[in-house]
């Protein structure tokens, strides 16, 4: 499964971040960015889920990257 954070659509809420540290940080401007984009662990994927679901501009897609 592999993770994305859409530039465009991220307003820097931070939850993403702060709900899932494994696999998002902060950049310089407090929006979200990709830590681990290969998640190759079911707590990784449960952390990008969760992450996802609780993004309020639905900024962040985890897919099987096909
Ligand atoms: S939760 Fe969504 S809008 Fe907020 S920083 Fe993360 S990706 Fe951006």
Redesign the pocket.
Known sequence: MRVH?DAK?????????VLSPLV?A?DEE???EVLVEELDSPDLIAAADL?SK????G??TVSDGA
């Open positions: 954070i659509v991220c307003e820097g809420h931070g939850r993403c971040y998002f902060a407090g929006n979200g992450a609780n993004c309020p501009e900024a962040i």
